[in-house]
């Protein structure tokens, strides 16, 4: 163990306002920061904690818990904390469809599910023309009911996070239809995707790069009319040494993203505007892999992070989709 990771700190809460683990890169970050929240450790003991996603109706979280094989359950109104899937398949990235059901990609089945309102599974795609994916990672669901999600190898690697195994297709970006269920390969050749989400208005698809050369980057498409076609690919921000992995858009159009290396400088929250200049971060003892939005108004942040989850209020509320 190295001398650095030897004295770093644990996890601390603040103990006076403002929390000086938020801060401000950009005057525009000002509107979002609450002065008088601060970051919150709601759970911990995982052993990589991805795919959070809020069920306002019931009052809880859902977070994947990937090495565990399980989604555990965080109640709001007590703070408790248990399983809610145990198998999960390896479950990681999730999302909610328009009708409110839990959208889960699989890195055991190298596949995406829902569960029905009933608790039973229902398979929206394990091949593809004739091909395996590889371990779809993240997902997010578009007003028109489509699902898209990224299919990178990370969960074919070893048997922590899914189970070893070959590639037998190109790492994609797919699109399931809502109606048909047809699925479509929307953005090819990206190194490694990992994070996506939706512009408040769906006219702009992010998509981390997270095998990027020489750096990993957030990539920006242009959503066609058809609302299914993407063009016009281009690198919105270029992480240096960072590493994002997974982010949600506020409905003002920022992104707030996943992000680390492991080390006190990088790991936590980073905030961009939509033209891709960085407002704001929020430090974290351990590196954030994904989060969202949720609480009863869609203004609380919560993000998984390694082996913990933090929560934070803010000034602004989640784009829906995510």
């Known amino acids: 163990m190295s001398d650095a990771s030897a004295t770093r ?25 609450i002065k008088l929240a601060a970051v919150e450790r709601i759970a911990t003991g995982l052993r990589w904690a991805e795919g959070p996603v809020w069920f306002g109706d019931g009052r809880y979280l859902l977070c994947s818990d990937i090495p565990n094989n399980r989604i555990i359950k965080w109640e709001e109104a007590t703070g408790a904390v248990s399983d809610f899937r145990r198998p999960s398949n390896f479950g990681n990235g999730q ?36 091909k395996q994916p590889n371990s779809p990672n993240d997902v997010v669901v578009k007003s028109d009911g489509s699902i898209w999600f990224t299919d990178p190898t990370f969960g074919l690697f070893g048997n922590y996070e899914g189970y070893k195994a070959e590639s037998e297709i190109d790492a994609n970006v797919y699109r399931i239809d809502g109606g048909t269920g ?9 190194l ?19 095998r990027g050369v020489p750096n990993r980057k957030i990539l920006a498409y242009d959503v066609a009319a058809d609302g299914m076609t993407l063009s016009n690919k281009r690198v919105l921000i ?3 040494p960072g590493t994002p992995d997974g982010m949600r858009c506020d409905i003002d159009g920022n992104l707030w993203c996943g992000w680390g290396m492991g080390s006190a400088e990088l790991d936590g929250v980073m905030i961009f505007a939509p033209d891709g ?12 892999a994904n989060l969202c939005f949720g609480g009863l108004k869609r203004n609380r942040l919560f993000m998984a992070s390694s082996q913990s989850i933090y929560a934070l209020y803010v000034n602004t509320q989640g784009a829906l989709g995510g």
Not at 12 to 25: C, F, R, S, V
Not at 277 to 288: F, H, N, Q, S, V
């Open 238 to 240: 270029d992480a240096g």
């Open 182 to 190: 047809q699925a479509t390969i929307v953005a090819a050749g990206v």
């Open 277 to 288: 200049t960085p407002i704001g971060r929020i430090a974290l003892p351990e590196r954030c």
């Open 95 to 130: 999302t909610r469809d328009r009708q409110g059901r839990l959208v889960t990609c699989e890195h055991g089945g190298r596949r995406v599910v829902r569960t029905e309102y009933d608790g039973s599974i229902t398979v929206l795609m394990d091949s593809f023309e004739g």
């Open 9 to 33: 700190p644990g996890w601390q809460p603040a103990t006076y306002y403002p929390d000086p683990a938020i801060q401000a890169l950009d005057p525009r970050f000002e509107k979002y920061w």
């Open 192 to 210: 490694g995707p990992n994070g996506l989400c939706f512009s408040p208005d769906e006219t702009i698809l992010y998509i981390v790069e997270s």
